[in-house]
């Protein structure tokens, strides 16, 4: 069963539309459709893994899930990031699904990483595994870590860009085709402990 205390959730939720019907190939953001929190509307989404030693020396699951419509032949990206900062290069890239068809079509898709951090390596590491339309993200190891999290103090989410080492998540999207119909959500995003 879950522990209250070592759960977190973006708020709000769901996100802005990610590609907002343009025809961009490239690696997009997901950002908060309104304000939340002091945070102001279009800053990344984010999800923090709670502090204060709360995930200290267990397994804790990060859980991002939502919609996708392919507007032509296209094949869409979820990647699951450390960092807050609005440049997805200056953030660590942790988990992604693999390129999946959302040719001309809706579906859902939906990305798990069960991890773990602990005091004496100081390491974020885990294993990842999901679904993108009804196509399987097959489990593998979460991408290396190389900037640690520091899961000892507590993170606040801001729209200013925070330390490599501050525990925030954020997602992208990538179609890999550019069409104005593409569109995707975030509906869920949220860390929970086991």
């Known amino acids: 069963m879950s522990d209250i205390q070592g759960a977190q959730s973006a708020i709000p939720l769901p996100s802005a539309e990610i590609n907002l019907g343009g025809t961009s190939t490239s690696e997009k953001q997901v950002l908060m459709a309104s304000a939340s929190g002091g945070v102001v509307s279009g800053s990344p989404l984010q999800c923090r893994i709670p502090g204060s030693n709360t995930m200290k020396n267990r397994a804790f699951r990060i859980r991002v899930g939502g919609r996708v419509t392919g507007g032509g032949t296209t094949n869409f990206t979820i990647s699951l990031y450390q960092g807050n900062s609005a440049t997805v290069s200056s953030n660590t890239k942790i988990a992604t699904s693999s390129t999946n068809a959302?040719?001309?079509?809706?579906?859902?898709?939906?990305?798990?990483?069960?991890?773990?951090?602990?005091?004496?390596?100081?390491?974020?590491?885990?294993?990842?595994?999901?679904?993108?339309?009804?196509?399987?993200?097959?489990?593998?190891?979460?991408?290396?870590?190389?900037?640690?999290?520091d899961l000892t103090a507590e993170a606040t989410l801001t729209t200013a860009s925070g330390a490599a080492t501050v525990p925030i998540l954020t997602v992208t999207g990538t179609f890999s085709s550019g069409f104005a119909g593409n569109v995707a959500y975030v509906d869920l995003f949220e860390v929970t402990a086991e």
């Open 102 to 149: 959302v040719n001309s079509m809706s579906g859902n898709f939906y990305l798990e990483c069960l991890c773990a951090w602990d005091s004496t390596s100081t390491k974020l590491q885990g294993i990842m595994y999901g679904w993108v339309n009804a196509t399987a993200v097959a489990a593998a190891i979460m991408t290396s870590v190389v900037t640690t999290p």
